[in-house]
């Protein structure tokens, strides 16, 4: 009888899922707008479709992901951008950049970008460096690709089980024991055996 109780508590006991959640973002990279969409177990997803729309619904315009799962987007306009990929089976990857960062990125203010009354601190603009755009497009294209293996890195890192985690389902395994011993003890005593 025990054993029976033990077996149809292990069985009924949640399983962990082995579900993976969609991962994206986007920064300012120079003039343009780049992305990275995939999945926090690493798997980026390649030639990807990403649709960008403004906040009422129009589109803007469309690109697609590289064989890293990166995209670059160029503003054409200081209003915020949607970024929006349907990676299939229900994952939908949906990412915003709001207006006054693309403002920025075009070489705007900010707060021309932003309506009255929306409480937007303006960014205070860096100081011109002495390259050309040439040089500028070259060191932005560098620096990018030094650091999308770090942004991938720390992606799947922030999404990996802790040891929090682990020593949570031991202990959440040891209660479930101790919970069919106390029955089986129960059963033991009113039975008078």
């Known amino acids: 009888m025990i054993r029976s109780c033990v077996l149809i508590l292990a069985l009924l006991a949640p399983l962990p899922a082995l579900a993976h959640n969609v991962i994206s973002a986007v920064f300012p990279s120079g003039s343009d707008i780049e ?10 997803a390649p030639d990807l479709l990403i ?5 009422a619904g129009g589109k803007l315009g469309e690109t697609s992901t590289d064989a890293d799962g990166f995209f670059l987007f ?3 306009e200081p209003v915020t951008h949607i970024f929006r990929g349907d990676l299939g089976a229900g994952h939908v990857a949906e990412v915003i950049m ?21 409480g937007t601190a303006a960014i205070p603009a860096a100081p011109a460096a002495d390259l050309s755009g040439h040089a500028r497009a070259e060191l932005a294209t560098m620096i990018r690709n030094e650091l999308r293996p770090l942004r991938q890195e720390l992606t799947a890192f922030k999404n990996k089980s802790d040891f929090q985690s682990v020593l949570g389902g031991i202990g959440y395994i040891f209660g479930l024991f101790g919970l069919g011993f ?12």
Not at 51 to 55: G, L
Not at 98 to 118: L, R
């Open 35 to 44: 992305g990275e969409v995939g999945f926090s177990n690493g798997d980026m």
């Open 51 to 55: 649709e960008v729309f403004d906040q």
């Open 74 to 76: 160029t503003p054409s």
């Open 98 to 118: 709001d207006a006054a960062e693309v403002a920025q990125i075009m070489g705007q203010s900010p707060t021309a970008a932003t309506p009255a009354g929306a």
């Open 182 to 193: 106390y029955i089986a003890a129960r059963r033991k005593i009113g039975s008078g055996a």
